[in-house]
């Protein structure tokens, strides 16, 4: 049974700082690994999605790393800003079109 | 692209009643997610469709939860009854079926229960 773990569970930054979520899994037999947020009382949006010959992904100020032999994955968030300010999810998807989220990590980006 | 719809958005009922949730994914996506999320915790996948057939409901609570997706479209959720542990965000999400493997998921904005 797949599991994935999010460290750390809450994070809090100085707006400016570079930042790195870590995303780590436990069957390494996956399609792919999406990096989601979450804003209070929201859905969750889609920010990259890397697939399981890829290293990494990257869009705008947001780089997701891959390493699937390993099972790890990192979101790097450069010059954090308020508005970054959330929950950020992984899931990876594995076999049966299964997604399996983490318990993701809070995010709150300071002034 | 009109998103993930979802109704609705709130609901307070008290246990033992009875509520469902409306989906509606975004047009042309065959699979069809229901997912529950406790504050504090990642989604759990509770159903999958593809198209109207039953994928994967191994995490369903079958004996008060229920859902269907009639003509491979719309999707309903209901829960009877409600208990205490049902309060959570009940979130619907839909992919394309075609080269499922390399496709993102699309999430609703979600269905917030409170049961009191």
């Known amino acids: 049974k797949q599991e994935v773990t999010q460290i750390p569970a809450a994070l809090s930054v100085p707006e400016g700082e570079n930042l790195v979520l870590n995303c780590s899994f436990t069957?390494?037999?996956?399609?792919?690994l999406q990096w989601f947020r979450q804003d209070p009382g929201k859905g969750l949006t889609s920010l990259l999605l890397?697939?399981?010959?890829?290293r990494e992904q990257t869009s705008g100020r947001l780089n997701a790393s891959l390493d699937k032999s390993s099972g790890r994955s990192t979101l790097y968030i450069a010059a954090s800003q308020p508005g970054d300010s959330a929950t950020y999810l992984c899931a990876v998807r594995g076999g049966g079109n299964k997604l399996t989220f983490g318990t993701g990590t809070q995010l709150k980006v300071e002034l | 692209e009109a998103g993930v719809a979802q109704s609705p958005r709130y609901k307070i009922i008290e246990k033992r009643q009875s509520v469902a949730f409306w989906c509606n994914p975004i047009s042309g996506h065959a699979t069809l997610y229901w997912y529950q999320q406790i504050l504090g915790q990642g989604p759990k996948l509770l159903i999958q469709f593809q198209n109207n057939g039953v994928v994967d409901d191994s995490q369903l609570p079958k004996d008060r939860f229920s859902a269907e997706r009639l003509k491979g479209v719309d999707s309903t959720l209901k829960i009877q009854p409600a208990k205490l542990e049902d309060s959570a965000v009940y979130l619907c999400?839909?992919?394309?079926?075609?080269?499922?493997?390399?496709?993102?998921?699309?999430f609703g904005e979600g269905s917030w229960l409170t049961v009191v």
């Open positions: 999400a839909s992919s394309l079926d075609r080269a499922w493997q390399s496709n993102t998921i699309y």
């Open positions: 069957d390494s037999a996956i399609y792919n």
């Open positions: 890397i697939q399981s010959s890829q």
